[in-house]
Nanobody, 127 residues
């Protein structure tokens, strides 16, 4: 069971990039999902979150430029980033704030409220 992010890369200022993150394994439902980022020498910070019902929350620095969405059936979360700035350069991590899965040994449904993290994908905004 893991989260796998993709879509990072190099983009010029003002450009756009789209990130995707999907959960694999026997997961049947996921609580809140989100994107966080960590720039060199800085702490990890929240970018955007989305509840299972679709309510969203954004960091002030990305409001109006980034859009978070999710597909519950695909167990995936997405981040559309527009009007990118050099200060958006960071490693972006997807997060799942707890999930329910089917235990492979007991076949019982097991739920937790723990934070689960993907490996991160690098976004570089530079000319």
């Amino acid at each position: 069971v893991q989260l796998q992010a993709s879509g990072g890369g190099l983009v010029q200022p003002g450009g756009s990039l789209s990130l995707s993150c999907a959960a694999s394994g026997s997961i049947i439902s996921i609580n809140d999902m989100g994107w966080y980022r960590q720039a060199p020498g800085k702490q990890r910070e929240l970018v955007a979150t989305i509840t299972s019902g679709g309510s969203t929350n954004y960091a002030d620095s990305v409001k109006g430029r980034f859009t978070i969405s999710r597909d519950n059936a695909k167990k995936a979360v997405y981040l559309q980033m527009n009007s990118l700035k050099p200060e958006d350069t960071a490693v972006y991590y997807c997060n799942a704030g707890g999930w329910c899965l089917i235990d492979g040994f007991t076949t019982q449904v097991v739920c937790d409220g723990e934070d689960h993290w993907g490996r991160g994908t690098l976004v570089t905004v530079s000319s």
